[in-house]
């Protein structure tokens, strides 16, 4: 890819903003377990800081992503990281409130889920900025390439998030205790050294040349990008397709209940650690970080290596991850020990792995050329949805019985399955134009 040297400072500049947005995100998720347990929080509450954030986030995304064609990128990405920097503090400050006893620990989720509305809103308007200042300044032929590169940080941050999420926990400074609290402080100094950056070194761009990005999916732990806001940011297209249009309705349906058993999945994992393990909160971090990033690399490794390797058709990609992800998440809520905790969540993220870009590029090859940035949308939206309720059902289950959210997870990949072999198909497109991009997985 042909860029100037100021281009390839700019680029690494917005990879940052992407990582940081990603792993502060996942580093303050995976530590909200011990938490909740620590302030004696019930585990719905601690669920209801993550809904609660994703469903803003889903309602705001596509709101900045349009404002900021009309506005500017770097507007939008300074307003993205300010609130990422205003949230993490004031949830610092709630949680440090709650565990120095200056307040009731319930008193002080409530405070805690209210700065996290703050991230939910403003949070979500810096990705689509960066896509945009991407897309305005490649080519056609280098624009995939790039924002591919650029949505990987995502990925990356799922991985570096819960890794140094136990090395941010602080002791006492001034008399006062931290604690817990530690990683949304260090979190919101790195966004604010992110802010300093974009503001002295990235040009104002408004007036500049038209380009445009697209809502991407909330940054959680467990929901590695699709690439599905890189289509709809580099499609041209203008044709309207419904979630019940015939030809993506299969794909929707499996979307939906794949993204929600992941969800499930995911954010009970942090509560199944300490459970199983009987480890007292602040002990469980180091092993949650493990599970964790055991996870997010088994499905990573799959989306950068066995997919391009394999080469498998959508329908498959779906069939093969489904399979894969049923007997891990069966094995998660049956593991008794860390390792088989780590080793069976991680079967089950590679089964993810697959079934995510499988429902993204079938998705994407039910429609012609005119309808792949609307389909590309609903795919985001998807993703994003599985984010609201997926927690909060997840933790209600596991608050009845411990292995329920992944035995209700595991059936329900299992029924899909079954649905998924006769209603999906992987349709052919005409092969696409040179200067058509092919779809992202």
Not at 227 to 237: R, Y
Not at 309 to 317: E, G, S, T, V
Not at 370 to 384: D, E, F, L, P, R
Request: one cysteine or more; aromatic letters at 8%; glycine letters at 14%.
């Amino acid at each position: 890819m042909s860029r100037s040297g100021g281009f390839d400072r700019d680029f690494a500049l917005l990879f940052m903003v992407m990582l940081t947005i990603a792993a502060g995100n996942t580093a303050l998720q995976s530590v909200l377990p011990a938490l909740g347990r620590i302030l004696k929080v019930p585990d719905s509450g601690v669920a209801a800081a993550f809904s609660v954030s994703a469903l803003l986030w889903v309602i705001a995304a596509p709101i900045w992503a349009s404002r900021s064609d009309r506005q500017g990128r770097r507007a939008m990405i300074l307003l993205g990281m300010a609130g990422f920097v205003v949230s993490l503090t004031l949830c610092g400050i709630f949680l440090m409130a709650g565990i120095n006893g200056w307040i009731s620990g319930p008193a002080a989720f409530v405070a805690f889920i209210g700065g996290r509305l703050v991230y939910g809103t403003f949070g979500s308007a810096a990705p689509p900025a960066v896509q945009a200042l991407v897309a305005g300044r490649t080519t056609r032929a280098e624009r995939t390439k790039a924002l591919t590169l650029i949505g990987s940080a995502f990925g990356l941050g799922t991985i570096l998030g819960p890794a140094v999420a136990p090395y941010l926990v602080l002791g006492s400074i001034g008399g006062v205790h931290v604690g817990l609290a530690g990683p949304a402080f260090i979190g919101a100094v790195f966004g604010l050294v992110m802010v300093i950056a974009v503001y002295r070194m990235l040009a104002d761009d408004r007036g500049m040349a038209a380009a445009h990005g697209a809502a991407t999916a909330y940054p959680s732990i467990g929901g590695q990008s699709s690439g599905a806001s890189i289509t709809a940011a580099t499609a041209e297209g203008i044709e309207k397709v419904g979630y019940f249009d015939p030809r993506i309705r299969g794909w929707m349906i499996a979307g939906l209940v794949m993204g929600h058993a992941q969800a499930m999945t995911g954010q009970t994992i942090g509560f199944l650690v300490i459970d199983r393990l009987h480890l007292a909160p602040v002990e469980a971090l180091q092993p949650t970080g493990l599970v964790l990033i055991l996870g997010a690399s088994a499905a990573l490794l799959v989306q950068w290596g066995l997919i391009p390797l394999l080469n498998l058709d959508p329908r498959r990609l779906v069939l093969v991850g489904l399979v894969a992800a049923a007997i891990g998440t069966t094995l998660t809520g049956m593991a008794t020990s860390l390792y088989g905790i780590a080793l069976a969540y991680a079967l089950a993220s590679a089964g993810f792995g697959f079934t995510r870009p499988g429902f993204t590029a079938g998705s994407s090859l039910a429609v012609g050329p005119g309808g792949q940035g609307s389909v590309a949308g609903k795919v985001t939206s998807i993703n994003g949805a599985s984010f609201v309720l997926g927690p909060s059902i997840g933790v209600g289950l596991y608050e009845m019985y411990k292995p329920f959210p992944y035995l209700v997870a595991a059936a329900a990949l299992a029924l899909m399955f079954g649905y998924a072999w006769v209603a999906l198909r992987s349709p052919i497109r005409s092969a696409p134009s040179e200067d058509e991009a092919d779809p992202v997985i």
